[in-house]
C-alpha cells in the first residue's frame, strides 16, 4: 500500500523560509505525478504544485509568485516544497499527494494517495 508521509512544518515568522518533504513508501515514486495542496482551517483545500513523473513539468498556484518551488527525488523517494517570503496567509496545513496520471493536475479529485499533512504557521 502507497504511504505518504510529510514533514518538515513549523512555525516562522513573515518572510522566513520552510522545506517541506513527502516520503513515498509502498510504491515507486517515478510512477507518480506529484502535488502539494493546502488547507486553512474553514477553508477548502487548495492547490499549491504539481510535478510530473520525471520533474521535467511543473505547475504552481497563482499564489505563489515565484516564492516556492517543487522538486522531486526518485532516488529517494522524496517530493520536496521549498517555501520562501512566507506571508500569514500561507498559514495551513500543507498535504502531499500522489497520482498515477500521466499527466501533472491541478485537481485535488485526480490523486488516487494523499499524506497526513503538516501544519506550517506563518506569524506577522
Known amino acids: 500500500q502507497v504511504r505518504l508521509v510529510e514533514s518538515g512544518g513549523g512555525s516562522v515568522q513573515t518572510g522566513g523560509s520552510l522545506r517541506l518533504s513527502c516520503v513515498v513508501s509502498?510504491?515507486?515514486?517515478?510512477?507518480?505525478?506529484m502535488g502539494w495542496f493546502r488547507q486553512a482551517p474553514g477553508k477548502d483545500r487548495d492547490f499549491v504544485a504539481t510535478?510530473?513523473?520525471?520533474?521535467?513539468?511543473?505547475s504552481y498556484a497563482g499564489f505563489v509568485k515565484g516564492r516556492f518551488t517543487i522538486a522531486r527525488d526518485n532516488t529517494k523517494n522524496t517530493v520536496y516544497l521549498q517555501m520562501g517570503s512566507l506571508e500569514p496567509e500561507d498559514t495551513a496545513v500543507y498535504y502531499c499527494a500522489a497520482t498515477l496520471s500521466e499527466w501533472t493536475t491541478l485537481n485535488p479529485g485526480e490523486y488516487d494517495y494523499w499524506g497526513q499533512g503538516t501544519q506550517v504557521t506563518v506569524s506577522s
Open positions: 509502498g510504491g515507486t515514486l517515478s510512477s507518480y505525478t
Open positions: 510535478i510530473s513523473r520525471s520533474g521535467g513539468s511543473v
